[in-house]
């Protein structure tokens, strides 16, 4: 089965730790993408890597942290100094940046 | 800084009736426009792609239409379900490709 995975679905940590969400992809793309959505609110861009070894901050990296080692791995870690880290966490690929993006099922992160 | 507005915020119809959900956005620079489907707590599904030479698109009862030059884009859905009610996103890529700005969403209800 094709597709883009997030684990886990839902997530609970203590403020003050650091945490790490999984995106994998097994769709051979090269772009990959991390998203926040707040309640009622539409998605707003974390981070983004267009290739394998490179990645850009987009308008909200403050607080986190990529890393994309593999093709398939793009880890999302929200540290300590993510102010208001409980949100919706969506991944998402593309073949390419400028092509149709595909998305996860989402990781709804609650601090606490 | 592009910004992209979807009016209306909510929107609810009975079953059977024709509608349109609006999106418009400031620059109109912008490579494609992407309406995508989003069910309570799940990730999204794209449901047309427009690139920015085409005027519209199709799939099934649903109809994207494409007006770089004013800024906006239509989502029009024909006969109208219940199954048809989510939240409905616009997105626009910028045409460097490594920007995908999405609308704060139409949430849609059809009523049986």
Same mark, same amino acid.
């Given at each position: 089965d094709g597709g883009i995975t997030q684990s886990p679905k839902y997530l609970f940590r203590k403020e003050g730790q650091n945490v790490t969400l999984s995106c994998e992809q097994n769709l051979n793309h090269d772009a990959m993408?991390? !998203?926040?959505? +707040?309640? *009622?609110? *539409?998605?707003?861009?974390? !981070? !983004?890597?267009?290739?394998?070894? +490179? $990645?850009?901050?987009? +308008?909200?990296?403050?607080? !986190?942290?990529? @890393?994309?080692?593999?093709?398939?791995? $793009?880890?999302? =870690?929200? =540290? @300590?100094a993510q102010k208001n880290p409980t949100a919706f966490y969506l991944c998402a690929s593309s073949p390419t940046s400028f092509d149709e993006q595909y998305f996860g099922p989402g990781t709804r992160l609650t601090v606490t | 800084k592009q910004e992209v507005t979807q009016i209306p915020a909510a929107l609810s119809v009975p079953e059977g009736e024709n509608l349109v959900l609006n999106c418009s956005f400031t620059d109109s620079a912008i490579y494609n426009l992407q309406w995508f489907r989003q069910d309570p707590g799940k990730g999204l599904t794209s449901l047309l792609l427009i690139q920015s030479s085409q005027r519209e698109q199709t799939s099934g009862r649903l109809n994207a239409s494409l007006d770089k030059s004013s800024g906006r884009s239509t989502l029009y859905i024909a006969a109208s379900q219940p199954g048809d009610s989510a939240t409905y996103l616009c997105a626009v890529v910028n045409n460097a490709g490594n920007m995908l700005t999405f609308g704060g969403g139409t949430r849609l209800m059809v009523k049986p």
């Amino acid at each position: 089965d094709g597709g883009i995975t997030q684990s886990p679905k839902y997530l609970f940590r203590k403020e003050g730790q650091n945490v790490t969400l999984s995106c994998e992809q097994n769709l051979n793309h090269d772009a990959m993408y991390w !998203y926040r959505q +707040d309640p *009622g609110q *539409g998605l707003r861009l974390i !981070y !983004y890597s267009q290739i394998v070894n +490179d $990645f850009q901050k987009g +308008d909200i990296a403050e607080g !986190y942290s990529v @890393s994309r080692e593999k093709k398939e791995s $793009f880890p999302l =870690t929200v =540290t @300590s100094a993510q102010k208001n880290p409980t949100a919706f966490y969506l991944c998402a690929s593309s073949p390419t940046s400028f092509d149709e993006q595909y998305f996860g099922p989402g990781t709804r992160l609650t601090v606490t | 800084k592009q910004e992209v507005t979807q009016i209306p915020a909510a929107l609810s119809v009975p079953e059977g009736e024709n509608l349109v959900l609006n999106c418009s956005f400031t620059d109109s620079a912008i490579y494609n426009l992407q309406w995508f489907r989003q069910d309570p707590g799940k990730g999204l599904t794209s449901l047309l792609l427009i690139q920015s030479s085409q005027r519209e698109q199709t799939s099934g009862r649903l109809n994207a239409s494409l007006d770089k030059s004013s800024g906006r884009s239509t989502l029009y859905i024909a006969a109208s379900q219940p199954g048809d009610s989510a939240t409905y996103l616009c997105a626009v890529v910028n045409n460097a490709g490594n920007m995908l700005t999405f609308g704060g969403g139409t949430r849609l209800m059809v009523k049986p």
